[in-house]
C-alpha cells in the first residue's frame, strides 16, 4: 500500500461532502406529469405536417393535368410513394389523439373518446382511398390503354 500525504496551505479550505449536502434534482417527470406526452404530440405534429406536404407537393402536379388517368398511368411509381407518405401522415394524426386521449379525458371523457374515434375512422377511410389509388396505378389495363396496346 502507498501513503499519500497532502500538503494543505492555511489559505486553502477543505471541502467536506456529505450525503445529506448533496442536493438531489428533482426528476423531470415530478415538475411536469405530462412533459413526456407534449414531447410526443409535438413531434407527432412534425412528422404529420412535413409528410403531409411532402405527399402532396408529390401528388399535386399530376391531379392538376389535363389527362389524369394517362399522368397516374405514367407515373404509378409515385403515385405509391405518395400514397405510402400519407398513410404515415395518417398514422402520425391517429397518434397525436391516442396521445392526446389519457389527457383530454380528464376534461371531458366522451369528447375525448370521439375526437379519437374520429381520427380512427379518417384514417380507415383514408386507407380504402389509398388502397383504390394503388389498384389505380398499378392496373395493367390502365396502362395498356393509355399506351394503346
Not at 18 to 40: G, H, K, W, Y
Not at 121 to 144: H, K, N, R, T, Y
Request: net charge neutral; charged share 15%.
Amino acid at each position: 500500500m502507498t501513503q499519500t500525504k497532502t500538503h494543505t496551505n492555511e489559505k486553502e479550505t477543505k471541502m467536506i461532502t456529505s450525503p445529506i449536502s448533496i442536493q438531489q434534482r428533482p426528476m423531470e417527470e415530478d415538475i411536469n406529469p405530462n412533459r413526456r406526452t407534449a414531447v410526443l404530440v409535438g413531434a407527432l405534429f412534425l412528422i404529420s405536417t412535413a409528410t403531409f406536404i411532402l405527399s402532396n407537393a408529390l401528388i399535386s402536379p399530376l391531379l392538376g393535368s389535363h389527362n389524369f388517368l394517362a399522368a397516374v398511368a405514367d407515373h404509378s411509381q409515385l403515385i405509391i410513394a405518395a400514397t405510402l407518405i400519407a398513410l404515415i401522415e395518417g398514422t402520425a394524426t391517429v397518434g397525436i389523439a391516442l396521445a392526446l386521449y389519457p389527457i383530454l379525458k380528464r376534461q371531458h371523457p366522451a369528447l375525448a373518446l370521439g375526437y379519437a374515434s374520429m381520427r380512427i375512422a379518417e384514417l380507415a377511410i383514408a386507407a380504402v382511398g389509398f388502397g383504390l389509388s394503388w389498384a389505380l396505378a398499378g392496373d395493367p389495363e390502365c396502362q395498356g390503354r393509355k399506351r394503346g396496346e
